[in-house]
């Protein structure tokens, strides 16, 4: 998937603020740490009114602790092979 091209999050979601800017981090085909690493970067660069999409072949659990310590709210969903992250500030 390219790094621009948003997954399908319609009806998937129960508390993600999909009516948000999107923005796209597909982190499938990186090796550990470098999803984490570029989850944390790239949320630092975002608006505080915009998510992040991030997809990944599994749940991100190191990374949700990193989001609970900086205010991030989150909500993963399965999708096949892999997982679809969103995360946002309150």
Request: without cysteine.
């Amino acid at each position: 998937m390219a790094t621009d091209q948003l997954p399908d999050l319609e009806g998937r979601f129960d508390d993600a603020p999909l009516d948000r800017p999107q923005h796209h981090l597909d982190a499938s085909d990186l090796p550990p740490p470098k999803p984490l690493r570029n989850t944390l970067e790239r949320l630092e660069e975002l608006d505080d009114d915009a998510v992040l999409v991030q997809t990944n072949d599994r749940r991100p659990q190191h990374l949700y602790p990193r989001l609970e310590e900086r205010g991030y709210s989150y909500e993963t969903v399965e999708d096949g092979d892999g997982a679809i992250t969103v995360i946002w500030q309150d």
